[in-house]
Structure formats: structure tokens, C-alpha cells
């Protein structure tokens, strides 16, 4: 079977999964949603926005002939991660998820968990507190009702418009980030508190540590349901997957 790949992109995994193709000699495509403007940098060909629904990303598959489909978007990135399982059923072609394993409360850890941005805004109506609000760019403007806190944000790419929270401060950078760099962030602007999603794997757990090596609370958001699909946790069992067994959808 002619492998033609379809690696929906963004994420850690998904740029180590594209080396291992190209290493591979497994040529395909990574598109990216286009929420960073500069988007890493990949050894295969890339695309840039949306597909227009589970409609459009099935017409693209049929279009471009694409054999398999990786999903390797971010752990909240439910409503392309369920467009991919709707379009991948209409279009007859097979899923995967490149997933990583949610991060787990442990000893030491002082954690409240809340099941979504509207659960951690509520939360946050309370007095006070510097908080390090580590959400991604797309949901700051959500907590706009809490005016009260310092907000601390790490962002990839400065917001196009001025934010809705007086009191706030950008730092801008790209992960992987460690442990010494987010012990040394959070005690010079005196954090009280981080809300954080849960996104597990490495890239963004230092700051979880962090917290837990400060004794500081963390406000964690839960993922967000996203319909069954197979799931492949590093790029060797996608490789394995796509030579293999990459007709037995569901497994």
C-alpha cells in the first residue's frame, strides 16, 4: 500500500513523529491549525489552516489521497480531534492518535481540578492573588470577569489586541521549558497560584513541578471528551501502526 500520511501537527510529539518519517523515508504531510505564527520548522511538506469542518478534512482526504491520518494536535484540541474521527469514518481512511498520558497528582501536589476554562473562571472568583495562567493565547480573554489577580503569561506569540485584565505580565517563549527556568519565574514575579490545562507529557511539566517544589496550588483543567479512536503513544508505534496495521481502524 502507498503510504501518504496526513499528520495533523502543533505539538512535541507531532515534531518528533515527522522526523521518524522522514528517517523513515515515509514521505506525507503536517498541517498546522495556524494559531502560532511561526510554527516549527518540519522535514516534511506543511500545510497551514483549517480544513472547514469534518465535511472539508473528508473532500481533503479524498482529494489528496491520503492513506492514513495521524492526530497528534494538542489533548484539547477536541473539536479538530472529533472532525478527525467523523471524516476518517465518511472518507473510509484509517486514525490514530499520537497521544500523551494526562499528568496525575502525586505527593507533594496541591491540586483542584475543574473541567474546563468556564470551571477555572469561576474558581478564580476570589480575592486577590498572583496567578501564573498558563492556558494558551486563545482563552485569556475568557477570564476578563477576575480583574483582581496579577496574571503572569507565557505566551509563543505576543495577542493581536490588548487583553481585558489590567494587572498582567507577557513573557514570551517556546517550550521545552525547566525546571530551574519556572522555579526562578514563578519566585520572581511571586506567584500565588497556577492554572494550568492538562496537558501532560514533558514539554510544558516543569511548571507542575515547579508548584509542587514551592508548595504552590494548582487549578487543573480535566481534557475534554474526545469520541473512541486507536491511540499510538510515541512515534515508533505510529510507524509500526502505518506498516502493519494501518487498515484494522479501532485497534
Known amino acids: 500500500?502507498?503510504?501518504?500520511?496526513?499528520?495533523?501537527?502543533?505539538?512535541?510529539?507531532?515534531?518528533?513523529?515527522?522526523?521518524a518519517l522522514d528517517a523513515a523515508g515515509i514521505s506525507g504531510t503536517v498541517s498546522f491549525a495556524g494559531r502560532v505564527r511561526r510554527p516549527v520548522r518540519q522535514p516534511l511538506p506543511q500545510r497551514v489552516g483549517g480544513f472547514g469542518g469534518a465535511a472539508g478534512l473528508a473532500a481533503y482526504l479524498a482529494a489528496q489521497r491520503i492513506s492514513h491520518v495521524i492526530d497528534a494536535t494538542h489533548p484539547f484540541a477536541a473539536r479538530m480531534s472529533a472532525n478527525a474521527v467523523a471524516a476518517c469514518t465518511a472518507a473510509n481512511v484509517p486514525l490514530i492518535a499520537l497521544t500523551r498520558a494526562p499528568w496525575q497528582a502525586g505527593p507533594g501536589d496541591d491540586w483542584t481540578h475543574v473541567p474546563d476554562i468556564a470551571g477555572a473562571v469561576a474558581a478564580l472568583d476570589r480575592p486577590a492573588l498572583r496567578v501564573m495562567l498558563a492556558v494558551g493565547r486563545m482563552h485569556l480573554a475568557e477570564f476578563a470577569p477576575n480583574p483582581q489577580h496579577f496574571y503572569l503569561l507565557r505566551l509563543i506569540d505576543a495577542p493581536d489586541t490588548p487583553l481585558p485584565l489590567p494587572e498582567c505580565t507577557i513573557v514570551q517563549d517556546r517550550g521545552p521549558f525547566s525546571v530551574a527556568g519556572d522555579l526562578a519565574l514563578m519566585?520572581?514575579?511571586?506567584?500565588d497560584l497556577v492554572v494550568s490545562k492538562n496537558s501532560g507529557g514533558t514539554g510544558a511539566a516543569a511548571k507542575i513541578t515547579a508548584a509542587r517544589q514551592l508548595g504552590l496550588p494548582v487549578l487543573m483543567i480535566d481534557r475534554p471528551a474526545i469520541p473512541p479512536r486507536a491511540e499510538a503513544h510515541s512515534p515508533a508505534e505510529v510507524l509500526d501502526w502505518l506498516r502493519h496495521s494501518g487498515t484494522a481502524r479501532g485497534v
Do not use: D, F, V
Not at 500500500?1 to 522526523?19: D, F, K, Q, R, Y
Open 1 to 19: 500500500m502507498h503510504l501518504n500520511p496526513l499528520i495533523l501537527g502543533g505539538t512535541t510529539e507531532a515534531t518528533a513523529l515527522c522526523a
Open 187 to 191: 519566585r520572581r514575579h511571586r506567584i
